[in-house]
Structures are given as C-alpha cells and as structure tokens.
C-alpha cells in the first residue's frame, strides 16, 4: 500500500471481482483450470447474457470490503446492471466508493433506520447476484442482527452469492466459524488464499475459490498453511534410482491388524506395498500373517516385533486392537521413525524422541486431548497444533481437510480429498502409504502430506469408476494414481 497510489490495490481487487461477476453472468466458463483446488465445484450460472439487465445486490459493512463491493457494483452498473445496495450502517460506509457507486447509477435500498427495508429483502430474493461485502479481514466473531438476517436470506434465496475476499463472519485466519456467516457458492479473494479458505468448516462456506492477483507476491510472508499441488507432490515421491535395492527404498515393520481387524492388515500391508516400500515386515499372529502372504505374496512376516530386523520405520496401530500394546510401545521406542494410527495412537509416551507422525481422525485426536470430537471438527488448526506442540510430533488430522501439523509450526492442507474416502479401511490404506514414505527417508511432514495427496487422487478416481468406492478399490486406485502424478511430471 506503501508503494502505490491511494486506494490502487482496492481498484485492482474491485475490478478483479467485476470481471469475476460479468463472466459468471455471461454464462462463459467459470470453473479456471487450477482454480478450484477442491475440484469440481460447478456453479449455476443465472441465465442472462451478461451483466446488462441482470439484477446484482451488495452487501455492504463498514469497512474495505464493504468498498470493495461497492467499487466492483459501480463497474457493473456502467454494464448496464441493475445494481442495489443494502448498507448496513449508514453512518459508516466506504465514502469514495459509495459516490463512485451513485454517480455510476447504483441505488442504496436501506435507510438511516436499518439495513432491513421491504425492498432492500426484496431485492436480495430477486437478486440474479447477491455480492457480499459485509466483512472481509477485518472481521471479528460471527455476524450480527441485521447482517445474519441478510446472510440467511441471500443464502436461501437469491440466485448465486459471491463473496467478496471471505464469506462474511468466517475467520479468515482459522478457519473456524464463530458464529453466523455467509455461505457463498463462489468466492472471489484478493491477492492470496487466506487460510479460513481452505480449513473446514470455513472452506464449505467459501464455495468455488477464484484468486484475483491484486500484485501482493513479491511482498507475502512466509505462508502460515501451504497445499501441495501435483507437481510439488510428483518431485517428493521417491522413484528408484539406479542403484537402488530394496533395502536403501526402505523396510517397513507394519504392526497393524489382528483376529479382530484382519482386513487393515490387508489394506495397510497394500499401502505400503504400493507407497514403495523395498519390503513390508508384516509382525502378527500367525493366522493373519497367512492371510496377509495369500494377497501379498511380496510381504515378509513376523511373530512380533522382537523378530523383526532391519526395519527402518514402523507403522504402528491400524486396526491392531487393545492387546499388544507393549509391542506397540517397542516399536516407539525404536528410535526409527514411525506413523502412528487408530489404536497404536492409545499407547504414545508422554513425549516422542523419534520423527513421528500421528495420524488420528477427529475422534481419536479429541481422546487424545480429552477434548469433545465436534469441538476438534469446528478448530481443526488449533486442535492439530495442540497435539503437535505436546507430543513433539506431527499430526496429520484426518477428515473433510487432512491437516498435516508438525511440531515446528508448519502447516500443509490437502487438497485432494473427497468425501468418498470416508469409508471403513481407507485410513489403513493411507497409513501403508505414509509407513512406506517415511521407511524411504522422507521426513513425517512430507510423508503425511504426501501420503494423503496420493491418497486423495485415489480416492477421485475410484470415485469415478465403482461410483461409491470401497478401501480396496481405493487402495486399487493407488498404483494408477502415482503413475498419473509422477508421469504428468515428467519424471518416470
Ligand atoms: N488490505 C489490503 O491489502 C486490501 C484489502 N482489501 C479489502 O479490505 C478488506 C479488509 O478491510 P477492513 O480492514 O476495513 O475490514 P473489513 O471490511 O473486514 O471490516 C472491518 C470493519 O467491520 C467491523 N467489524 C468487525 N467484526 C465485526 C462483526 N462481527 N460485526 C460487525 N462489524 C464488525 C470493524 O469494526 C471494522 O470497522 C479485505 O477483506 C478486502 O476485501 C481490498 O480492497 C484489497 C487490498
Ligand atoms: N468427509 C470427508 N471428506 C474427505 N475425506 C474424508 C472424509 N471423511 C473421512 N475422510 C478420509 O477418509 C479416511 C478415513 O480414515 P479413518 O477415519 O482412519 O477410517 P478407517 O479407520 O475406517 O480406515 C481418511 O483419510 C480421511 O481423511
Ligand atoms: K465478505
């Protein structure tokens, strides 16, 4: 803001979101290639020819957003919209950009006594397009009175809501939702994604993300969450160099499954199998073992854990039941590297002084901190840091986002996850992946961010042929899905 003209970066994120508004009212295509990371993410388009005749109501609040709004409706306007504004305090609103909105032709619907006109509601039900500029950064806490209402109204009625920068009343920086907010279908942002974009329950409310480059780049900090893309994930899988043997790909000891649970040692065993372990280490009685060698010829099998040797990181707990608890605790007492899951998470020391990454569900963290599952699936940021600080470990945090955390502060998101991974058995299969990476040096952040990336593309594209995929055709789906990663990238 420094270096520029006062009011250029408001300008540059205004017209942005103008263009963003004329193109979806065109009906031209809205879903930007690299754009909507979730994927997918179609929106309804009003049928209009673009932004002549159409009917656009702003949301205004009383800060920059509210300016932002109100700049981008006088550029529709000058189209040719019909553009109206609901202001929600009179006494304070965005001055230049509310002349600017009158001189192009805009009307202001609200009056001194409140936002709430009957043709203020009227309008927004009508609305081809509700642009919501109520909060953006500055925002504090959830929506209020008057800017509930609106939120509420515009999200059940009106045709498409775009938000400005964030839906209103999110946390941009958490993403948690405090209280009331905008649930918008797309959601235009300004110079980068702001964390409360891409962290459920915040991210569902955001809709299709568009970015408008406003030329912050050269002047960003260090980002607070990072999400891999393809290619950053194809350059971390580790391809077979020349010389390689199985042992320097890596071993991997796997303590999962049991007389209960034979299934996740199938699944986990699978994993890693396909994550590119040089060799799986399966230790578990004898009648799963036999299970395990009938699939997975490859595998080599042990009583327990004290008969395991050269195993250079351990996965450690999908579905391995409550009564090897003390093989459990050799194997984290190992010193190698180890992923920890579902009932192997029961059994962590106090502290960890090996690379770990724990890999709970929101359930299993919420035991872990003795907290309530719904209050870890509204603060996944926090609960996830939390259990990264006290174990000295990083967390991967499973769910509707896979946050990985680990104990330095660093924070990845993923971006390929789908709903149709939530299915009994998928967690094994991602343990194998992330098991396999970490027995091939790769470091508990970016196994866990890496594993889960795999694991997501797996997940969409068993998606796209069994319709409704079961862990095995997930865990069917890795081979292809690595293959896809690495040759898109060149580096087969
Ligand atoms: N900072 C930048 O570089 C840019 C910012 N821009 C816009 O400016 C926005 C930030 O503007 P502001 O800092 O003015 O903040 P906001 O527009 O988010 O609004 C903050 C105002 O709302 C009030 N408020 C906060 N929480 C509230 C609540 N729960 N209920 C009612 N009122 C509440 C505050 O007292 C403050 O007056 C961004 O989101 C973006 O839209 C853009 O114009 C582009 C450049
Ligand atoms: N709603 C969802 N959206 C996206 N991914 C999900 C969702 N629910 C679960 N998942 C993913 O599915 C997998 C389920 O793992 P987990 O809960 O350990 O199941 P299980 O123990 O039965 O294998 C995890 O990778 C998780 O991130
Ligand atoms: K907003």
Not at 275 to 299: H, K, N
Not at 334 to 358: K, W
Not at 383 to 403: D, F, I
Request: net charge negative; with cysteine.
């Amino acid at each position: 803001m420094a270096t520029l003209p006062d009011g250029a970066l408001m300008q540059r994120a205004a017209a942005g979101l103008a263009a963003v508004c004329a193109r979806i009212l065109r009906g031209a295509d809205n879903a930007s290639p690299g754009m909507d990371w979730r994927g997918g993410g179609q929106v309804t388009r009003p049928a209009r020819g673009g932004p002549y005749g159409a009917r656009v109501v702003l949301l205004v609040g009383s800060g920059d957003n509210g300016g932002d709004a109100l700049w981008a409706g006088a550029r529709l306007a000058r189209r040719g919209a019909r553009v109206d504004a609901v202001v929600l305090r009179h006494d304070r609103v965005h001055e230049s950009g509310l002349s600017a909105f009158l001189d192009a032709g805009g009307r202001v619907l609200s009056d001194d006594d409140g936002p709430l006109t009957p043709a203020a509601e009227q309008a927004v039900r009508k609305a081809d397009i509700v642009l919501d500029g109520i909060l953006g950064i500055g925002g504090k806490g959830g929506l209020r009175d008057d800017a509930a209402y609106l939120a509420a109204l515009a999200s059940a009625d009106a045709g498409l809501v775009i938000a400005v920068d964030l839906p209103s009343g999110i946390d941009a920086d958490t993403g948690e939702t405090p209280g009331a907010h905008v649930r918008a279908d797309v959601t235009v942002t300004f110079g980068t994604h702001k964390v409360g974009l891409l962290i459920d329950p915040a991210a569902e409310a955001a809709g299709h993300i568009e970015l408008v480059d406003i030329g912050l780049g050269p002047y960003l900090p260090r980002p607070a969450v990072e999400m891999l893309e393809h290619g950053d994930v194809a350059a971390r899988i580790p391809v077979p160099g020349r010389h390689a043997d199985k042992y320097r790909r890596g071993v991997l000891g796997m303590l999962a499954g049991s007389t209960r649970y034979r299934g996740a040692a199938l699944l986990s065993v699978g994993g890693a199998v396909h994550g590119g372990a040089g060799m799986v280490r399966y230790a578990g009685p004898r009648e799963v073992s036999a299970m395990v060698l009938e699939r997975w010829p490859e595998a080599v099998t042990a009583p327990d854990v004290e008969h395991t040797d050269r195993v250079q990181a351990w996965a450690v707990g999908s579905g391995l039941g409550d009564d090897r608890g003390d093989e459990a605790e050799a194997a984290l007492a190992s010193g190698l590297p180890v992923l920890v899951d579902a009932d192997g998470l029961r059994h962590l020391p106090a502290e960890l002084t090996c690379p770990a990454l724990l890999t709970p569900h929101a359930g299993e963290l919420a035991r872990m901190l003795d907290v309530d599952r719904g209050d870890v699936e509204a603060r996944r940021l926090h609960h996830a840091r939390e259990a990264a600080r006290r174990w000295g470990a990083t967390v991967l945090l499973k769910g509707s986002t896979t946050l990985v955390v680990s104990p330095d502060g660093r924070v990845r998101v993923n971006s390929t996850g789908t709903p149709a991974l939530a299915t009994a058995g998928s967690g094994d299969v991602l343990a194998g992946l992330g098991g396999a990476l970490l027995a091939a040096g790769l470091d508990p952040l970016d196994a866990g961010s890496v594993a889960a990336h795999i694991h997501g593309v797996a997940g969409q594209v068993a998606a796209g042929t069994a319709g409704q995929p079961a862990a095995s055709d997930v865990l069917d789906a890795v081979p292809g899905a690595m293959v896809s990663l690495v040759a898109a990238h060149d580096l087969l």
